[in-house]
């Protein structure tokens, strides 16, 4: 499957941003995906997840309650809506997938910047 993050750019601290990931070549609706991000000098970290039918949903916490994500699989497209952002959410965003028996996610997104001006 290929994906194709896009929808970052430079925010406010306490502003919104809304990604999206369009997928192609598989069918999207076998696949779990989810949101990562990775900071400069910083690993790569887990930010949110969604099962297939999007009624399951994981977050760090460092997002919960403040990014939502969500699916559309009529549109092969993921999205996570952020609110309330902060320098710290500052990062590249990468959107990824796995099948849906799979335990590792093993494609990837391009990643699109996130910048969050204090």
């Known amino acids: 499957v290929q994906l194709q993050a896009s929808g970052g750019g430079l925010v406010q601290a306490g502003g919104s941003l809304r990604l999206s990931c369009a997928a192609s070549?598989?069918?999207?609706?076998?696949?779990?995906m989810a949101w990562f991000r990775q900071a400069p000098g910083k690993e790569r970290e887990f930010v949110a997840s969604i099962n297939w039918s999007g009624g399951i949903t994981e977050y760090s916490d460092s997002v919960k309650g403040r990014f939502t994500i969500s699916r559309d699989n009529a549109k092969n497209t993921v999205y996570l809506q952020m609110r309330s952002l902060r320098p710290e959410d500052t990062a590249v965003y990468y959107c990824?997938?796995?099948?849906?028996?799979?335990?590792?996610?093993?494609?990837w997104g391009q990643g699109t910047q996130v910048t969050v001006s204090s």
């Open positions: 070549g598989r069918t999207f609706s076998n696949y779990v």
């Open positions: 990824a997938a796995k099948y849906y028996t799979g335990i590792k996610y093993n494609y």
